[in-house]
Protein backbone atom coordinates (compact mmCIF):
# COMPACT_ATOMS: atom_id res chain seq x y z
CA UNK A 1 0.00 0.00 0.00
CA UNK A 2 0.89 3.92 -0.34
CA UNK A 3 2.48 3.65 3.32
CA UNK A 4 4.81 0.37 2.62
CA UNK A 5 5.74 2.05 -0.88
CA UNK A 6 6.85 5.19 1.27
CA UNK A 7 8.82 3.42 3.82
CA UNK A 8 10.80 1.18 0.98
CA UNK A 9 11.34 4.50 -1.11
CA UNK A 10 12.96 6.38 2.26
CA UNK A 11 15.42 3.29 3.46
CA UNK A 12 16.66 3.05 0.65
CA UNK A 13 18.78 5.95 1.24
CA UNK A 14 21.58 6.04 3.97
CA UNK A 15 21.03 8.35 6.41
CA UNK A 16 23.72 11.21 6.20
CA UNK A 17 25.77 11.63 9.62
CA UNK A 18 26.05 15.12 10.01
CA UNK A 19 29.36 16.49 11.68
CA UNK A 20 29.26 18.76 14.77
CA UNK A 21 31.02 21.44 12.42
CA UNK A 22 27.89 21.14 10.06
CA UNK A 23 25.53 21.88 12.64
CA UNK A 24 27.40 24.79 13.93
CA UNK A 25 27.69 26.24 10.30
CA UNK A 26 23.96 25.27 9.91
CA UNK A 27 23.34 27.18 13.05
CA UNK A 28 25.34 30.29 12.47
CA UNK A 29 23.84 30.43 9.09
CA UNK A 30 20.47 30.39 10.73
CA UNK A 31 18.98 29.61 7.63
CA UNK A 32 15.87 27.75 8.10
CA UNK A 33 14.41 27.26 4.73
CA UNK A 34 18.20 25.47 4.15
CA UNK A 35 17.51 23.15 7.41
CA UNK A 36 14.03 22.59 5.89
CA UNK A 37 15.58 21.67 2.79
CA UNK A 38 17.60 19.00 4.58
CA UNK A 39 15.32 18.13 7.22
CA UNK A 40 12.25 17.08 5.39
CA UNK A 41 14.51 14.55 3.78
CA UNK A 42 16.80 13.38 6.23
CA UNK A 43 14.03 12.75 9.77
CA UNK A 44 11.78 10.42 7.09
CA UNK A 45 14.94 8.33 6.02
CA UNK A 46 16.48 7.97 9.32
CA UNK A 47 12.68 6.72 10.74
CA UNK A 48 12.05 4.99 7.41
CA UNK A 49 15.63 3.04 8.04
CA UNK A 50 14.69 2.13 11.97
CA UNK A 51 11.54 0.96 11.03
CA UNK A 52 12.72 -1.16 8.54
CA UNK A 53 14.62 -2.91 11.33
CA UNK A 54 11.56 -2.67 13.61
CA UNK A 55 9.71 -5.11 11.19
CA UNK A 56 12.67 -7.64 11.68
CA UNK A 57 12.33 -8.33 15.37
CA UNK A 58 11.00 -11.36 16.68
CA UNK A 59 7.22 -11.43 16.41
CA UNK A 60 6.83 -12.15 20.09
CA UNK A 61 8.25 -8.81 20.75
CA UNK A 62 6.67 -7.14 17.81
CA UNK A 63 3.16 -8.36 19.12
CA UNK A 64 3.41 -6.83 22.71
CA UNK A 65 1.10 -3.98 23.29
CA UNK A 66 3.95 -1.34 24.12
CA UNK A 67 6.02 -1.81 20.90
CA UNK A 68 2.98 -1.81 19.40
CA UNK A 69 2.19 1.57 20.69
CA UNK A 70 5.72 3.02 19.92
CA UNK A 71 5.38 1.28 16.45
CA UNK A 72 1.94 3.25 15.75
CA UNK A 73 4.31 6.91 16.85
CA UNK A 74 6.76 5.63 14.30
CA UNK A 75 4.19 5.73 11.27
CA UNK A 76 2.31 8.68 12.13
CA UNK A 77 5.51 10.63 12.41
CA UNK A 78 7.33 9.07 9.08
CA UNK A 79 4.30 10.19 7.40
CA UNK A 80 3.23 13.44 9.26
CA UNK A 81 7.38 14.86 7.52
CA UNK A 82 7.19 12.83 4.75
CA UNK A 83 3.98 14.37 3.45
CA UNK A 84 6.36 18.12 3.85
CA UNK A 85 8.66 16.31 1.53
CA UNK A 86 5.82 15.35 -1.14
CA UNK A 87 3.85 18.65 -0.89
CA UNK A 88 6.41 21.41 -0.67
CA UNK A 89 9.29 20.86 -3.28
CA UNK A 90 11.36 23.96 -3.68
CA UNK A 91 11.52 27.12 -1.50
CA UNK A 92 9.26 27.17 1.49
CA UNK A 93 7.03 29.96 2.55
CA UNK A 94 7.50 30.94 5.96
CA UNK A 95 4.14 29.63 6.85
CA UNK A 96 4.96 26.49 5.47
CA UNK A 97 8.52 26.88 7.49
CA UNK A 98 6.19 27.69 10.43
CA UNK A 99 3.78 24.64 10.04
CA UNK A 100 7.13 22.29 9.66
CA UNK A 101 8.75 23.46 12.72
CA UNK A 102 5.26 22.64 14.62
CA UNK A 103 5.06 19.26 13.25
CA UNK A 104 8.70 18.61 14.29
CA UNK A 105 8.06 19.96 17.94
CA UNK A 106 4.37 17.47 17.77
CA UNK A 107 6.81 14.61 16.42
CA UNK A 108 9.19 15.23 19.71
CA UNK A 109 6.47 15.75 22.01
CA UNK A 110 4.85 12.50 20.46
CA UNK A 111 8.15 10.53 21.07
CA UNK A 112 9.04 11.84 24.60
CA UNK A 113 8.07 8.00 26.40
CA UNK A 114 9.36 5.87 23.95
CA UNK A 115 12.53 4.58 26.30
CA UNK A 116 10.18 3.19 29.07
CA UNK A 117 7.33 2.16 26.88
CA UNK A 118 9.64 0.32 25.00
CA UNK A 119 11.29 -0.75 28.44
CA UNK A 120 7.64 -2.27 28.95
CA UNK A 121 7.04 -3.80 26.15
CA UNK A 122 10.50 -5.65 27.07
CA UNK A 123 9.50 -6.51 30.27
CA UNK A 124 6.10 -7.80 28.87
CA UNK A 125 8.37 -10.33 26.77
CA UNK A 126 10.17 -11.38 29.43
CA UNK A 127 6.85 -11.88 31.65
CA UNK A 128 5.14 -14.21 28.64
CA UNK A 129 8.13 -15.87 27.36
CA UNK A 130 11.47 -17.54 28.50
CA UNK A 131 14.13 -15.28 26.92
CA UNK A 132 16.16 -17.38 25.08
CA UNK A 133 20.33 -16.50 24.33
CA UNK A 134 19.85 -15.80 20.17
CA UNK A 135 16.70 -12.96 21.54
CA UNK A 136 19.04 -11.41 23.97
CA UNK A 137 21.20 -10.86 21.56
CA UNK A 138 18.66 -9.51 18.83
CA UNK A 139 16.87 -7.21 21.03
CA UNK A 140 20.47 -5.74 22.65
CA UNK A 141 21.16 -5.43 19.07
CA UNK A 142 18.00 -3.68 17.72
CA UNK A 143 17.78 -1.32 20.73
CA UNK A 144 21.21 -0.45 20.66
CA UNK A 145 20.17 0.93 17.29
CA UNK A 146 16.84 2.21 17.56
CA UNK A 147 17.69 4.46 21.03
CA UNK A 148 21.25 5.55 19.11
CA UNK A 149 18.46 6.44 15.72
CA UNK A 150 16.48 8.40 18.42
CA UNK A 151 19.21 10.81 19.96
CA UNK A 152 19.82 11.65 16.56
CA UNK A 153 16.52 12.84 15.26
CA UNK A 154 15.61 14.34 18.76
CA UNK A 155 19.26 16.50 18.00
CA UNK A 156 18.36 17.41 14.51
CA UNK A 157 14.99 18.28 15.88
CA UNK A 158 16.10 19.86 19.03
CA UNK A 159 18.56 22.25 16.79
CA UNK A 160 16.08 23.24 14.13
CA UNK A 161 13.24 24.44 16.75
CA UNK A 162 16.04 25.60 19.02
CA UNK A 163 17.59 27.92 16.06
CA UNK A 164 14.07 28.16 14.34
CA UNK A 165 11.50 27.32 17.05
CA UNK A 166 8.90 30.47 17.94
CA UNK A 167 10.08 29.63 21.80
CA UNK A 168 13.42 31.35 22.48
CA UNK A 169 14.99 28.90 24.15
CA UNK A 170 18.39 30.99 25.48
CA UNK A 171 19.62 28.03 26.72
CA UNK A 172 22.99 27.67 28.51
CA UNK A 173 25.39 30.79 28.57
CA UNK A 174 24.32 32.43 25.87
CA UNK A 175 26.70 31.60 23.71
CA UNK A 176 24.66 28.11 22.74
CA UNK A 177 24.65 27.56 18.76
CA UNK A 178 21.04 25.79 19.17
CA UNK A 179 21.76 22.88 21.40
CA UNK A 180 25.39 22.77 20.80
CA UNK A 181 27.81 24.73 23.05
CA UNK A 182 30.89 25.32 21.32
CA UNK A 183 33.25 26.36 24.13
CA UNK A 184 31.16 23.50 26.57
CA UNK A 185 33.39 23.84 29.46
CA UNK A 186 33.60 20.33 31.43
CA UNK A 187 34.57 20.90 35.07
CA UNK A 188 31.36 23.47 35.19
CA UNK A 189 28.87 20.73 33.25
CA UNK A 190 30.35 18.40 35.68
CA UNK A 191 29.83 20.47 38.86
CA UNK A 192 26.25 20.84 38.04
CA UNK A 193 25.96 16.94 37.42
CA UNK A 194 27.31 16.39 40.83
CA UNK A 195 25.06 19.03 42.55
CA UNK A 196 22.26 17.58 41.19
CA UNK A 197 23.17 13.91 42.21
CA UNK A 198 24.46 15.02 45.33
CA UNK A 199 20.69 16.45 45.57
CA UNK A 200 19.12 12.97 45.45
CA UNK A 201 21.64 10.74 47.28
CA UNK A 202 21.55 13.68 50.70
CA UNK A 203 17.36 13.49 49.92
CA UNK A 204 17.37 9.33 49.90
CA UNK A 205 19.87 8.35 51.90
CA UNK A 206 20.76 11.85 54.19
CA UNK A 207 24.24 11.33 53.22
CA UNK A 208 26.66 11.76 50.16
CA UNK A 209 30.39 11.51 49.44
CA UNK A 210 32.33 14.31 48.20
CA UNK A 211 33.91 14.96 45.32
CA UNK A 212 37.65 15.88 44.60
CA UNK A 213 37.98 17.35 40.63
CA UNK A 214 41.37 17.19 39.26
CA UNK A 215 42.23 18.27 35.81
CA UNK A 216 45.46 17.51 33.15
CA UNK A 217 46.14 20.53 32.01
CA UNK A 218 45.10 22.82 35.18
CA UNK A 219 44.71 25.83 32.89
CA UNK A 220 43.40 26.78 30.54
CA UNK A 221 40.21 25.13 31.36
CA UNK A 222 39.26 21.75 29.05
CA UNK A 223 36.26 23.00 26.76
CA UNK A 224 35.06 21.02 23.54
CA UNK A 225 32.57 21.73 20.71
CA UNK A 226 30.12 19.45 21.97
CA UNK A 227 26.02 19.27 23.35
CA UNK A 228 26.09 20.11 27.27
CA UNK A 229 22.83 18.12 27.75
CA UNK A 230 24.12 14.84 26.24
CA UNK A 231 27.63 15.29 28.08
CA UNK A 232 25.32 16.06 31.89
CA UNK A 233 23.60 12.99 30.65
CA UNK A 234 25.98 10.78 31.45
CA UNK A 235 27.99 12.13 34.01
CA UNK A 236 24.61 12.54 36.07
CA UNK A 237 23.91 9.12 35.75
CA UNK A 238 27.73 7.89 36.82
CA UNK A 239 27.58 9.97 39.58
CA UNK A 240 24.21 8.58 40.84
CA UNK A 241 25.44 5.12 40.38
CA UNK A 242 28.80 5.72 42.19
CA UNK A 243 27.36 7.23 45.31
CA UNK A 244 24.28 4.86 45.23
CA UNK A 245 27.36 2.32 45.76
CA UNK A 246 29.65 3.97 48.07
CA UNK A 247 26.82 4.78 50.84
CA UNK A 248 25.50 1.40 50.20
CA UNK A 249 29.26 -0.23 50.69
CA UNK A 250 29.94 2.08 53.53
CA UNK A 251 26.46 2.77 55.31
CA UNK A 252 24.76 5.84 55.87
CA UNK A 253 26.28 6.37 59.15
CA UNK A 254 30.22 6.02 58.06
CA UNK A 255 32.28 8.67 56.70
CA UNK A 256 32.18 7.96 53.14
CA UNK A 257 35.06 8.10 50.93
CA UNK A 258 35.42 10.69 48.56
CA UNK A 259 34.19 10.32 44.68
CA UNK A 260 37.19 10.88 42.60
CA UNK A 261 37.10 12.63 39.12
CA UNK A 262 40.05 13.29 36.62
CA UNK A 263 39.28 14.93 33.29
CA UNK A 264 42.73 15.08 30.95
CA UNK A 265 42.99 16.47 27.82
CA UNK A 266 44.78 14.84 24.98
CA UNK A 267 45.69 15.24 21.47
CA UNK A 268 43.15 12.93 20.51
CA UNK A 269 40.61 12.08 23.49
CA UNK A 270 39.53 13.78 26.02
CA UNK A 271 38.61 11.26 28.83
CA UNK A 272 36.99 11.83 32.50
CA UNK A 273 37.95 9.20 34.35
CA UNK A 274 34.99 8.59 37.46
CA UNK A 275 36.68 6.62 40.48
CA UNK A 276 34.65 5.74 43.39
CA UNK A 277 35.29 3.20 46.28
CA UNK A 278 31.98 1.77 46.70
CA UNK A 279 33.36 -1.85 46.60
CA UNK A 280 32.69 -2.61 42.74
CA UNK A 281 30.64 -5.74 41.26
CA UNK A 282 32.14 -8.64 40.09
CA UNK A 283 32.66 -9.19 36.34
CA UNK A 284 30.17 -11.35 36.05
CA UNK A 285 27.86 -8.83 36.82
CA UNK A 286 29.32 -5.79 34.80
CA UNK A 287 28.69 -6.73 31.90
CA UNK A 288 24.76 -7.45 32.62
CA UNK A 289 24.69 -3.25 33.86
CA UNK A 290 24.48 -2.55 29.67
CA UNK A 291 21.96 -5.37 28.80
CA UNK A 292 18.56 -4.29 28.55
CA UNK A 293 16.98 -7.53 28.82
CA UNK A 294 18.84 -7.65 32.18
CA UNK A 295 18.24 -3.75 33.14
CA UNK A 296 14.51 -3.87 33.02
CA UNK A 297 12.84 -5.14 36.02
CA UNK A 298 9.23 -4.32 37.26
CA UNK A 299 8.84 -0.83 38.70
CA UNK A 300 9.68 -1.20 42.64
CA UNK A 301 6.73 0.46 44.00
CA UNK A 302 6.51 4.56 43.76
CA UNK A 303 7.26 4.91 47.98
CA UNK A 304 10.12 3.11 48.67
CA UNK A 305 11.75 3.76 45.16
CA UNK A 306 15.76 5.47 45.67
CA UNK A 307 16.05 8.08 43.29
CA UNK A 308 19.18 6.15 42.81
CA UNK A 309 17.53 2.95 42.31
CA UNK A 310 18.52 0.17 39.82
CA UNK A 311 21.09 0.79 36.92
CA UNK A 312 17.62 0.96 34.78
CA UNK A 313 18.34 2.16 31.15
CA UNK A 314 20.42 4.97 32.33
CA UNK A 315 24.06 3.70 31.61
CA UNK A 316 23.07 1.77 28.00
CA UNK A 317 21.61 5.11 27.48
CA UNK A 318 24.12 7.48 28.62
CA UNK A 319 27.21 4.84 26.56
CA UNK A 320 25.30 5.76 23.19
CA UNK A 321 25.30 9.51 23.92
CA UNK A 322 28.93 9.14 24.33
CA UNK A 323 28.66 7.15 21.30
CA UNK A 324 26.79 9.36 19.21
CA UNK A 325 29.69 11.50 18.41
CA UNK A 326 32.48 8.77 18.51
CA UNK A 327 33.65 8.71 21.88
CA UNK A 328 32.93 5.69 24.10
CA UNK A 329 31.70 4.75 28.00
CA UNK A 330 33.62 2.30 29.61
CA UNK A 331 32.57 0.85 33.44
CA UNK A 332 35.64 -1.03 35.34
CA UNK A 333 35.27 -2.53 38.80
CA UNK A 334 37.58 -4.23 41.49
CA UNK A 335 35.10 -6.54 43.41
CA UNK A 336 35.79 -5.40 47.24
CA UNK A 337 37.54 -1.93 46.22
CA UNK A 338 35.33 0.47 43.67
CA UNK A 339 35.07 0.97 40.35
CA UNK A 340 36.23 3.65 37.75
CA UNK A 341 33.92 4.58 34.96
CA UNK A 342 35.45 6.35 31.75
CA UNK A 343 33.91 8.61 29.47
CA UNK A 344 36.13 9.07 26.22
CA UNK A 345 35.37 11.90 23.70
CA UNK A 346 36.58 13.65 20.62
CA UNK A 347 38.98 16.29 21.34
CA UNK A 348 39.29 17.46 17.77
CA UNK A 349 35.44 18.84 16.57
CA UNK A 350 36.22 17.54 12.86
CA UNK A 351 36.26 14.07 14.22
CA UNK A 352 33.19 14.38 15.82
CA UNK A 353 30.71 12.94 13.26
CA UNK A 354 27.03 11.34 14.27
CA UNK A 355 27.44 7.33 14.70
CA UNK A 356 24.10 6.14 12.77
CA UNK A 357 22.73 3.07 12.61
CA UNK A 358 22.21 2.28 8.66
CA UNK A 359 19.40 -0.98 7.42
CA UNK A 360 21.26 -2.69 5.12
CA UNK A 361 21.66 -6.57 4.65
CA UNK A 362 24.38 -6.07 7.43
CA UNK A 363 22.02 -5.40 9.98
CA UNK A 364 19.42 -7.35 8.65
CA UNK A 365 21.57 -10.64 9.31
CA UNK A 366 21.70 -9.87 13.03
CA UNK A 367 17.71 -10.77 13.15
CA UNK A 368 18.01 -14.02 11.81
CA UNK A 369 21.39 -15.05 13.45
CA UNK A 370 21.10 -18.29 15.62
CA UNK A 371 23.77 -18.35 17.91
CA UNK A 372 25.10 -21.39 16.93
CA UNK A 373 26.68 -23.89 19.86
CA UNK A 374 29.38 -23.34 22.27
CA UNK A 375 33.01 -22.46 20.41
CA UNK A 376 34.85 -22.20 23.75
CA UNK A 377 34.75 -24.84 26.74
CA UNK A 378 31.77 -24.73 29.54
CA UNK A 379 32.37 -25.69 32.88
CA UNK A 380 29.85 -28.88 31.63
CA UNK A 381 32.37 -31.47 30.58
CA UNK A 382 31.87 -34.30 28.25
CA UNK A 383 29.46 -31.72 26.00
CA UNK A 384 28.21 -34.11 22.56
CA UNK A 385 29.35 -31.76 19.19
CA UNK A 386 26.37 -31.38 17.62
CA UNK A 387 26.62 -31.35 13.82
CA UNK A 388 24.12 -29.97 10.83
CA UNK A 389 23.62 -33.38 10.05
CA UNK A 390 22.94 -34.61 13.95
CA UNK A 391 24.52 -36.10 16.70
CA UNK A 392 27.97 -37.80 16.11
N1 LIG B 1 28.01 3.32 36.39
C1 LIG B 1 28.46 3.02 37.40
C2 LIG B 1 29.00 2.64 38.67
C3 LIG B 1 29.87 3.41 39.41
N2 LIG B 1 30.16 2.73 40.55
C4 LIG B 1 29.51 1.54 40.54
N3 LIG B 1 29.52 0.57 41.47
C5 LIG B 1 28.79 -0.53 41.26
C6 LIG B 1 28.05 -0.71 40.12
C7 LIG B 1 28.01 0.29 39.14
C8 LIG B 1 28.77 1.43 39.36
Redesign the pocket.
Known sequence: NEFNKLIDHYSKFNPSPLSIKQFLDFGERANPAESFAFLRKEVPVRLANIMKEIELLPPQLLKMPSVRLVTSWYQRSFMEIAEFDKLHKGTPTDSVLSDFTDTLTRVRNRHNTVVQTMAEGVLELKQQHKSDVSSEHTIQYFLDRFYMSRISIRMLINQHTSLFGVQERPAGNGRQVGVIDPHCDITSVCLDAYENAKFLCDQYYLTSPNMILKCIPEEPRIRIVYVPSHLYHILF??LK??MR?VVEHHGTEADLPDLRVLIVEGKEDITIKLS?L?G??PRSASDL?FQYMYSTAPEPSSTNSAPLAG?GYG?PISRLYAKYLHGDLT?T?MEGYG?D?HVFIKAISKDSHEKLPIFNKTSSKHYNMVIGSNDWSSPISGERKILSSGII
Open positions: ELNAADGGILYLVSTA
